[in-house]
Antibody
C-alpha cells in the first residue's frame, strides 16, 4: 500500500522560498501523477498543483507564478518550491497521489500524506 | 475561477441520515469526489466518481448527483462520523485542475 511522507522546514521567513519533499514508499512513483495540496489553519483545502512522473506539470493559476513542482524518480520523491512567501502561505502542506483521467476530464487525490505545518514568520 | 459551494455545517442525531450538498456549474459534466477529515488528520477519500465507494469505506457512505448538485449521504450516522467533509471536482473539461469546496462540518448531536 502506497504511503507518502512530507518533509522540510517548519519555519520560513517572509520573501524566502518554501521547500518541501514528499517521499513515496510501498510503490513506484512511476506511471502516476503526484500532487501538493495545502490547508491554512482553520480553513479549507487548496490544490497547488501536480506533476506526472515524466515531469509534466499542472499548477493552480492563482499560485502558478510562484510554484515549481519537480520529481526525482531515482529517489521516489517529488518536491514543492513556493517562492516569495508571505504569512498567507502559512498552512499544513499535504502531498497526495493524483489520479488524472483525461478521457473523463477528471482528477482526484488518494492517498494523502499526514501533512506538515509550515509557518511563515520572521 | 470555478467554485464549489457547500453548507458550512450540518447537524444530525446518531442513527439519523446526514446529507451534505455541493453545488457547482460544471458538476453536470464533471465527476465529484468526497473527502472526510477528522481533527489533526489528513483527508481520506470516501466517495469517488460521484457515487463509487473505495474499499474499506463503510456502506453507510453514499454519493449521488443531480444537475449542478452532488450529495454525500451518511445513513445511520455514528459518533465517529463527526468530521469535516470536502467535495472536489475538476476545474473544466480540458485543464484537469483540482477544485475543492469550502468544507462542511458534520456535528453528531
Amino acid at each position: 500500500q502506497v504511503q507518502l511522507q512530507e518533509s522540510g522546514p517548519g519555519l520560513v521567513k517572509p520573501s524566502e522560498t518554501l521547500s518541501l519533499t514528499c517521499t513515496v514508499s510501498g510503490g513506484s512513483i512511476s506511471s502516476y501523477y503526484w500532487s501538493w495540496i495545502r490547508q491554512p489553519p482553520g480553513k479549507g483545502l487548496e490544490w497547488i498543483g501536480y506533476i506526472y512522473y515524466s515531469g509534466s506539470t499542472n499548477y493552480n493559476p492563482s499560485l502558478k507564478s510562484r510554484v515549481t513542482i519537480s520529481v526525482d524518480t531515482s529517489k521516489n520523491q517529488f518536491s514543492l518550491k513556493l517562492n516569495s512567501v508571505t504569512a498567507a502561505d502559512t498552512a499544513v502542506y499535504y502531498c497526495a497521489r493524483a489520479t488524472v483521467v483525461p478521457a473523463a476530464a477528471t482528477v482526484w487525490f488518494d492517498p494523502w500524506g499526514q501533512g506538515t505545518l509550515v509557518t511563515v514568520s520572521s | 475561477s470555478y467554485e464549489l459551494t457547500q453548507p458550512p455545517s450540518v447537524s444530525v442525531s446518531p442513527g439519523q441520515t446526514a446529507r451534505i450538498t455541493c453545488s457547482g456549474d460544471a458538476l453536470p459534466k464533471q465527476y465529484a469526489y468526497w473527502y472526510q477529515q477528522k481533527p489533526g488528520q489528513a483527508p481520506v477519500l470516501v466517495i469517488y466518481k460521484d457515487s463509487e465507494r473505495p474499499s474499506g469505506i463503510p456502506e453507510r457512505f453514499s454519493g449521488s448527483s443531480s444537475g449542478t448538485t452532488v450529495t454525500l449521504t451518511i445513513s445511520g450516522v455514528q459518533a465517529e462520523d463527526e468530521a469535516d467533509y470536502y467535495c472536489q471536482s475538476a476545474d473544466s473539461s480540458d485543464t484537469y485542475q483540482g477544485v475543492f469546496g469550502g468544507g462542511t462540518k458534520l456535528t453528531v448531536l
